[in-house]
């Protein structure tokens, strides 16, 4: 266990012999928000404290735990930040095993990942293009796609069965591919094209191009005034995405991101075909889930982007599968294994040093997208104030969204949030939903300069988002100073509603 850093304010000892402070003045305009009807029978966590000192401001229930969606990204993103260092970067390597005679290798290739979620389709290219610059023209064993690295627990606990094709609830592995910039890793893009006039089948595109995943087209052009009824799902346990309902003439294709089965096959198929389409030949099978043997030669080699860089798609775009291979990446570099359980143990210990009360959450992934996690309002605060005094924590604080900044990697899931407030350009916090929960914590700047830390964590509420509560309880925080009273009049603004992060919701809202 440990102690939380934050100072309460007093309000009052023995005898009166201290005064409360007064009521800062945006009290109000909070306590009117956390009032409103969208909140009707849900529950309601809100700590707001001055980030220079240490002391809480307003408290709401701040140690009630509840389901934080993805402000657990918070916790996972400021451990990987401590634990591995803002500039750990991922390797993937191009092995040989066996003798070499003239353009023939005599054995296998080995292909062994480290856990990048950054790879993308050229980069599986250029390492091709460096074994082929090698001189292996043909081998005579098989591909082997090394991801042991990671353990084969593929999904988080409790997470949901019916988003098990969603890209967003892609499977962790040590070995993948993304088909993006915004590093989707583990998934395929599919982009449907309808047909020049009704009844023709649509065109479907995928991205990577590949031979892992087979599309099974059932769908139709309909009228240009006919319903959009397109669907894109993959098969339970396989790699056969369907492709079914209408599609109106003349429409704008449509692309659907879809998770892959076993991300490593994927990677090493794309891999192949790069290797085939560089002159080398692999007469073997591609095997996965075998260690690289000791003294295996490297012939290519890819570097990721650093931690720090990575955090941008990550935390902007709120990318659950970032947050996955970090907290494995952290057991792996902690105790030698790639396993949520030691990842999540290291994120504890972390945790732990910081101040928050480690007894009092509960973690069971990185993400936030298992229903299971439960962290309070008063935790979370606890942990925003704690980093400040990191080394790593402006890089950090830069990877947050920000509100109402209009570039996609800058606002993240904030870009269409607080526009036209003082919260605009102001604002970095880390967004959190999922259905029936809505979080937002970080910091913001008061109309005299200061800054606070804030944390704001809504549970159990029926409507599909009250994303517009929060925005109004933090364009007070903005707007309010020592002598202002703008706070007590808040300010809603037409924020995304929906009951997914709206970075999950392909092509973003945000």
Not at 72 to 93: I, N
Not at 261 to 269: I, K, L, M, R, V
């Amino acid at each position: 266990m440990a102690a939380g850093l934050f100072l309460v304010l007093g309000t009052g000892g023995a005898a009166g012999a201290r005064t409360a402070p007064p009521a800062p003045p945006w009290q109000k305009a909070v306590d009117r928000a956390l009032a409103d009807k969208k909140l009707d029978g849900g529950t309601s966590g809100v700590v707001v404290g001055d980030a220079s000192d240490g002391r809480v401001l307003y408290r709401h229930r701040a140690g009630t735990r509840l389901m934080p969606a993805s402000n657990t990204k918070l916790l996972t993103s400021a451990a990987a930040m401590d634990v591995l260092g803002p500039g750990y970067r991922y390797t993937t390597d191009v092995l040989t095993r066996g003798a070499r005679h003239g353009g023939t290798l005599d054995g296998d290739l080995y292909l062994r990942g480290t856990g990048d979620p950054t790879l993308l389709a050229k980069d599986y290219d250029a390492l091709a293009a460096d074994v082929a610059d090698s001189g292996i023209e043909k081998v005579t064993g098989g591909l082997v796609a090394d991801d042991t690295r990671f353990d084969t627990q593929r999904l988080g606990a409790s997470w949901a069965a019916d988003d098990e094709s969603a890209y967003y609830s892609s499977q962790i592995s040590a070995l993948t591919v993304a088909p993006d910039e915004d590093y989707d890793a583990g998934t395929v893009l599919l982009t449907v094209t309808p047909g020049a006039k009704a009844g023709e089948k649509p065109t479907v595109k995928a991205t990577p191009s590949n031979r892992y995943v087979d599309v099974d087209v059932t769908a139709k052009t309909v009228a240009e005034d006919g319903s959009d009824t397109l669907s894109v799902e993959r098969e339970h346990g396989g790699n056969t995405i369907t492709v079914s309902g209408g599609v109106p003439a003349g429409a704008d294709p449509v692309q659907s991101w879809t998770s892959v089965w076993e991300p490593t096959g994927y990677a090493a198929s794309v891999f192949a075909d790069a290797l085939r389409e560089h002159g080398v030949r692999v007469e073997g099978d591609t095997e996965s889930g075998k260690a690289t043997p000791d003294g295996a030669r490297r012939v290519a080699r890819h570097t990721s982007m650093p931690l720090k860089k990575l955090n941008f798609p990550f935390l902007k775009l709120s990318n659950n599968n970032h947050a996955e291979v970090l907290t494995k990446t952290m057991g792996y570099e902690t105790a030698g294994k790639g396993t949520w359980d030691a990842g999540l143990k290291a994120i504890d210990a972390f945790l732990e040093k910081s101040g928050v009360d480690t007894d009092a959450i509960r973690q069971v992934d990185g993400s936030g997208l298992s229903r299971m996690d439960n962290v309070s309002a008063g935790e979370f605060a606890t942990l925003l104030q704690s980093v400040r005094k990191k080394p790593w924590f402006k890089q950090w604080h830069e990877a947050l969204p920000v509100a109402c900044a209009s570039d996609r990697l800058t606002g993240g899931t904030l870009r269409d949030r607080m526009c036209d407030t003082p919260a605009e350009g102001n604002v970095h916090a880390k967004t959190g939903s999922l259905t029936g929960a809505s979080a937002l914590s970080g910091y913001v700047t008061d109309a005299d300069g200061r800054e606070l830390v804030f944390s704001i964590v809504l549970n159990n509420f029926l409507p599909e988002s009250v994303k517009d509560v929060e925005d109004e309880i933090v364009v007070a925080l903005a707007s309010s100073g020592k002598d202002s009273k703008a706070g007590e009049s808040g300010k809603r603004s037409g924020a995304p509603g929906g009951a997914l992060e709206c970075s999950w919701t392909k092509p973003a809202r945000c």
